[in-house]
DNA sequence: CTGACGATTCACT
DNA sequence: GTGAATCGTCAGC
């Protein structure tokens, strides 16, 4: 079991880093309570240029300031007024590079996320989806600015390896509003995984 | 200071 | 498939 450093989170390719995000460990113990999960879909944002990001165009405001700071950073931030998101900040300091991590496969503290979420049983529902994750890991807005190179959160590689042909890279999830940059296939997703959100595991299908 | 809105989720028809 | 929930952020006045 490795915790990654901040040489894996300061590399410039925000794409590369995110695909390999898939298959590591997220892991926190607030309060002596130690959950984890393996991440299984993640979401690139490249910065300025990129139409989907926080960070397009520049924009440097108190909300988005962390991002501009080193790699190995949570980005946390409000959706909806309700929902928690969480971001692997990368690159170097003065770059808003983040990636989101849109799903993990519980793997430890199952109980404890059951109870962070509110719900009764295990399935699929409980870590698909950004704002699932972020709940069931007990990760709030308050996180954002914390370091990943510490004890509290972090992600770390225990040798699980997935294939290459395993990892599927598709467009992004809820950014229609980024014109073209909508289209980018800046998401990947570990192939037929469950907890991939927007999959069709307990959705209706469409009539055609 | 004000108003519009979102990198979503869930309940309900 | 549709729509509500709910509040911090940010552009604009």
Redesign the pocket.
Same mark, same amino acid.
């Given at each position: 079991m490795k915790k990654l450093d901040s040489h894996f989170y300061n590399r410039p390719n925000v794409l590369k880093i995110a695909r390999e995000l898939l298959g590591k460990l997220i892991i926190s113990t607030f309060d002596g309570q130690i959950t984890s999960g393996r991440i299984v879909e993640t979401?690139a944002?490249a910065g300025e240029p990129d139409r /989907?990001? *926080? /960070?397009w165009n520049g =924009?440097r @405001? !108190? =909300? @988005?300031e962390v991002m501009y700071g080193i790699g190995g950073t949570a980005?946390v931030? $409000?959706?909806?007024?309700? *929902?928690q998101?969480f !971001?692997v900040v990368t690159n170097q300091q003065g770059i808003p590079h /983040?990636i $989101?991590v849109r799903a993990v496969e519980p793997v430890t503290g199952i109980d404890i996320m059951l109870e962070r979420?509110g719900k009764k049983k295990l399935d699929y529902?409980l870590t &698909? %989806?950004? %704002? !699932?994750v972020a709940k069931a890991l007990g990760i709030f @807005?308050r996180h954002t600015g914390y370091s990943l190179l510490g004890d509290e959160l972090f992600i770390a590689d225990d040798g699980f390896t997935l294939k290459k042909t395993d990892i599927l890279a598709t467009p992004r999830?809820?950014?229609d509003?980024a014109g073209s940059d909508a289209a980018l296939p800046y998401r990947f997703i570990v192939k037929e995984n469950p907890y991939v959100?927007g999959k069709k595991v307990g959705i @209706?299908r &469409?009539s055609k």
């Open positions: 979401e944002y /989907a990001s *926080h /960070a =924009r @405001t !108190n =909300r @988005t980005y931030y $409000l959706c909806y007024g309700i *929902h998101m !971001n /983040a $989101l979420t529902t &698909k %989806g950004p %704002g !699932n @807005t999830i809820g950014v509003y959100s @209706t &469409k």
